[in-house]
């Protein structure tokens, strides 16, 4: 072969490798580029200790919404406050990972609102995932904790900044400066929403004016004046484009002349319709304690253009909407959402083989066998995939108290509430077997202890060995309406 040749041979061959390298580092394509066809809403419902939490709604049209896990909360915060308020969603660029960021709030849960405000917690709330269906455990990024006498950290958001190929994490929080007490948004770079830059201050307004909910969107090349739209609550429901995230915003508007401002809405939520060049511009109506609305338009970056849903036009299903954030999805995405959280568990009961007039229900958070059991809710559960277990397995979630489980607790039962450990995930999962008195009805053996099963003894509900007659009797119950 000659030299030219050998060379010629060389430089294909680096050529090959090259591709290869490149074909190595580059993201595959993003799994948020396939077509989107439904909506996922994260979100949480109300001021009670488990309405502060994460719940999940679905919506096929963007307008009418379904409450995922049967309106039961979905994630439950374990670390801070124990409470969660205005989760957001984020997906990552390649669509292989996804974070819920939320502030740690619990109002009522041992924190009331002057103490959140003046002296609350500078951590937010973060899970994590691979598949939108398996979250990690919470863990607490501390963000307003680096800000010279911040006092609290509220209403994250996140947007993907393709100039610098992170996230700019942006909140709000209480800082005393220029002579005004009053939240600000402060903003910091992160590639992991574990570890992040130095905090800015990014949005301020005049004054004593405060800006506290702020939702930045990345619009499709063409539309309106701006390739970034952001919604404010600052009194108003302020509208600013930009076509960088951290660079100039022009104001372009506000509500008011549909007659929202910031004393009756908050929480502002953006969603891009799949199917056409339209918008939703949710907005929690917290004055009222009505949850989200819709406000519509097709030129997001014109005020002017925003209107009022038509009645009968939308729905929010049976639980209130508040302070969150939507993710568009993909057919797959979809179809693990709802593959995990969309089925309609039914309402049972648990009869008694021995004391066929008695069911297990609970009372004051103990467990017993009881007649006529009123309220009914008392003695009602969903039997939904096992907590530790999902094959073969069930947890037992009180209908009245939702996120509440039957759980053994030193082998004696309690209904509490789910604190998102593995240990009382084990102790509230029980697999399903033939009854041990009779083989047309059910027993519950234990996953943490495989050894014993749920019983009652004097009514009331136990974890036991089973040794004899009567305790297979006790241990036997039928599932029933």
């Known amino acids: 072969m000659s030299k030219s040749l050998h060379r010629l041979s060389a430089v294909l061959a680096a050529v090959c490798l090259l591709f290869t390298t490149w074909a190595a580092v580059t993201p595959k394509k993003a ?11 994260a979100h949480f419902t109300g001021e009670s200790s488990t309405g502060q939490q994460i719940y999940l709604a679905h919506s096929t049209d963007g307008l009418r919404w379904t409450d995922l896990n049967n309106g039961r909360l979905v994630l439950n915060s374990t670390v801070g406050t124990r409470g969660v308020r205005d989760p957001a969603l984020v997906r990552s660029p390649a669509g292989d990972r996804y974070w819920i960021i939320a502030t740690d709030l619990c109002i009522g849960c041992g924190q009331d609102w002057s103490s959140a405000i003046n002296n609350g917690s500078r951590n937010l709330v973060v899970w994590e995932s691979t598949d939108l269906v398996t979250w990690s455990a919470p863990w607490l990024l501390n963000v307003a904790g680096r800000i010279p006498d911040g006092r609290n950290a509220w209403a994250p958001e996140a947007v993907w900044d393709p ?17 005004a007490t009053k939240h600000r948004i402060y903003a910091a770079r992160t590639t992991d929403f574990r570890t992040i830059t130095t905090p800015q201050s990014y949005i301020s307004r005049p004054g004593t004016q405060e800006i506290i909910d702020t939702q930045i969107i990345e619009l499709p090349a063409g539309t309106g004046s701006h390739r970034y739209l952001r919604a404010s609550r600052d009194g108003q429901i302020t509208i600013e484009g930009s076509n960088t995230i951290l660079g100039t915003w022009t104001h372009l508007g506000n509500l008011s002349g549909i007659g929202l401002t910031g ?64 993710l568009n999805l993909t057919a797959a995405e979809q179809s693990r959402v709802l593959g995990r959280w969309g089925s309609n568990t039914p309402v049972n009961r648990i009869q008694s083989y021995n004391y066929q007039d008695r069911y297990v229900r609970h009372v004051d958070f103990d467990v017993r066998i009881d007649a006529n059991v009123s309220p009914a809710q008392d003695a009602q559960f969903r039997l939904v995939p096992g907590l530790a277990a999902n094959s073969g397995h069930v947890s037992f979630e009180s209908v009245n108290y939702p996120g509440y489980y039957l759980r053994h607790y030193g082998f004696d039962f309690r209904l509490e509430a789910n604190d998102g450990s593995a240990v009382f995930a084990a102790d509230a999962t029980f697999r399903q077997v033939a009854g041990l008195a009779n083989s047309s009805w059910t027993s519950f053996q234990s996953y943490s202890h495989p050894d014993r099963y749920l019983r009652h003894s004097d009514y009331l509900l136990r974890l036991d060995p089973i040794t004899d007659a009567q305790g297979r009797s006790d241990a036997t119950f039928r599932v029933t309406s």
């Open 31 to 41: 799994a948020a580029q396939d077509p989107f066809t439904g909506y996922l809403m």
């Open 163 to 179: 100039a610098t190929n992170d996230y700019v994490l942006y909140w709000a929080t209480n800082v005393p400066h220029n002579g």
């Open 263 to 326: 004393s009756q809405v908050e929480g502002p939520m953006w969603t891009k319709f799949n199917n056409r060049n339209e918008w939703a511009l949710y907005l929690d109506q917290y004055a009222s304690g009505r949850g989200y609305l819709p406000v519509l338009t097709t030129n997001p970056t014109s005020a002017g253009s925003y209107r009022l849903p038509a009645s009968g036009s939308y729905g929010m299903g049976g639980t209130r909407k508040r302070h969150g954030s939507v």
